[in-house]
Structure formats: C-alpha cells, structure tokens
C-alpha cells in the first residue's frame, strides 16, 4: 500500500510499504477514506525527530471503512461499517478508561518512556504505532476506539472527531468560562477556530477574542462572530507576551480575559533564539536528540506566558497545544499570585463522542465542519502540503488528504 512515511527532519515522502494485517484479536483493518494533516504532526516534522526512525508512517486524523475484524472486536465492528478513529488508543475498560481519562489508557500506556496512551503515528514516545496517512491502517482496540458513522454524508462532517474538535472541545470546556465571560483564544489554527466556533455556537462564552498575526486566520474568527487582535497591530514587539497581555486587558476592563485558551503549543512565534536551539535539536541523531528533548527545555514559550500574563487575577488558562520541555521556564510567582487555574493534556477523545457526534450530525452544519479545509488533495502530495502547511502558505488552514 501507499504510506506518507518520514524520513528525516523536513523530510516525508510516500512510499510503498507493507499491508497492515490483524496481529492481535482485538485489532480491525481500516480503508482510509479520508486522512488530515494535524498540527502536531509538524512537530514530528522538525522538533520531534529524535524519536523517529525513516520509514515510520504519521497521520493520527482519519476515518475510512472496516476492512477486516479480529474475533474479539467483532462485537463493536462489522466489516463495511464506516468508522472514524479517535487518535488514541484506549481500551475502554481500564482503571483510567472507566473514569474517561481514555488518553491515559492503562492497557496501552507506555510505562517505559513514562507516557500515556498510545497514539496512532506518534513517534516511540507514544506507541510506534503506524498512523492514519495511507491507503490502510491496522486500528489496536478496535472493540471499543472506532466510532461508526452514517454511511452517506461527507467525509468531513465527521473525520474531525478523530482529534481536532474534541480537542477543542476539551479545551473549551476546561476553560471554565463564567457565565457571560469572556474567552481569549491564543492560536487560529484549525484547533482555535474550532474552539471560537463551540464557544460561541454551544454557549461556553459570551465573548470570544481571537488572536492571532495571520490575516486569513483572524479574518475567519471574525465571521464566525468572535472578536481578534491582530498580534501585528500590538504596541512595540507584538508577539511579546507582555505587550499582548496588556492589548487583552485593554479590551476587557483593564482586567484581562476570565479564561485563556492556548491553542498554539511549542511552535509559538517569538523567541528567535528559543526557534534556531529548537531547530536544531530537531535534526540532532537520535542518541543526542533523544536526551535534549527529554531533558531540556526545547520549547517556544510565547503562547503560554501570554496566557498567563493575560488572563485575569483568579482566571483559567487550558492549554490544548502541545508542549514538550522538560525544564522549561515558567513564571511561578506570577501564576502563584494571580491564583491561576490551569488544566491541559491530551484530548480524552471519546469522553465527549456522543454529545459532539449529535452536534456534527445536526442539519445544518452548526460548526462549519464541511468548509475547515482549505486544501483537499490526494495522498500523493503530501509531502508538499506538509511544507506549505508548517509555512502558512497559500491561506493554508487545514488539509485533507484523499488515498
């Protein structure tokens, strides 16, 4: 079959490799319908590396038809069902699965790189687990993960449960936005207009302030209702945290935010000398990239310090972006003083399934769903949607490859 498969830093390309089979009688097989490039997966691009090996198959975000069912999955799958994949894998029985923390699944957590869940095309931390980016995908605790889906409708009224709208939708709800609060969304990626969007369209928040440096991002936060700052517009150095916290207080009573979403992660812009170390470390051998990663702190910190510099005295900050520093910085005395509140983590995907499953399911589409992607394309190009992705080229948004 056909695979989008990494091959070093900045270096993906599809190749044959071989048919997924049942190895375990939990397992399904799965044709691939439709597949995305999420934002996390530039971080296996450049930063992650290290836990990397050349011909390992990305894509966490894809849904498609079951092809085959192991015995002990055949209870929750037919074959010809229509399924989307929830990009982690849990159990759905376990000490953490039966209490709805499905990202820390007990059954395939990786006890020895001290991590949780396994994860679908994310690296040795997670799993090892080929991903969703190809013609088949062999999909571990099938008797519980996949979601069936109507046989009709588009692909992308329901390939975005895999990841990117519960995650938002995590995020959102982790936010603790008070009744008639405002929310502040850091980072209008497909994550953040997905949370603008369930904020705003489910009722989490009065106000949405978006903000964000690209204009197409910020102009599509607007028409969907949510106010923007645009960070190149901010007084002085604009993706200074301080002086973007200062432009949020400004709009909010001089208070700041009482919820702060950072839906950006370790990619932040802002810090050239935190972007060239991190770069680096990303093409370091593993031997040597492996320790930096684990044991230094490789990320770009804007997002996050904006966050807490913004949001106001006794607010919420829910972090939905990645990060992966282990000694990074952090202003304690700072979050100590103001009594901030913080949650974050990988989505628990199917803790919120069925209630975002009646959402996408409504007519008309409330979330916008069919219209998120800016570039469908099939498998083939990849590779060079990664590139104009992880550049923000061509108003690129989100992508939606076809196998």
Known sequence: MRALTWQGPSDVSVEDVPDPVIQ?????????????????????????????????????????????????????????DRVVVPFNISCGHCWMCSRGFFAQCETTQNTKQGKGASLFGYTDLYGAVPGGQAEYVRVPQAQFGPVKVPQEGADERFLYLSDILPTAWQAVKWSHVPEGG???VLGLGPVGQLSVRTALKLGEAQRVIGV??????????????????????????????????????????????????????????????????????????SAVGKPAVENAGIDRLAAL???????RRGGTISVSGVYGGMVDPMPMMTMFDKGITMRMGQCHVKQWTQELFDVVSQSPDVLGLEDLATHRVSLEEAPKMYEVFQKKQDNCLKVVLKP
């Not at 397992?27 to 450049?46: E, K, N, P, Q």
């Open 182 to 184: 405002t929310l502040a």
């Open 305 to 311: 310090h904006t966050a807490i510099e913004a949001v």
């Open 24 to 80: 375990q009688p939990t397992d399904a097989i799965v044709r691939v319908t439709s597949t995305a490039i999420c934002g996390s997966d530039l971080h296996l691009y450049s930063v992650l590396g290290a836990f990397l090996h050349p011909g390992d198959v990305l894509g966490h975000e894809f849904m498609g038809i079951v092809e085959e069912v192991g015995p002990e999955a055949a209870g929750h799958l037919s074959v010809g």
């Open 212 to 285: 964000d440096l690209v204009p197409e991002r910020l102009e599509a936060a607007r028409a969907w209702g949510a106010e923007v700052l645009d960070l190149r517009e901010v007084k002085g150095k604009g993706r200074d945290p301080e002086k973007v916290a200062e432009a949020l207080r400004d709009m909010t009573d001089g208070r700041g935010p009482d919820s702060v979403l950072d839906a950006v992660g370790m990619e932040a812009h802002g810090n050239p000398i935190a972007e060239t170390v991190i770069n680096a470390v990303g093409k370091l051998p």
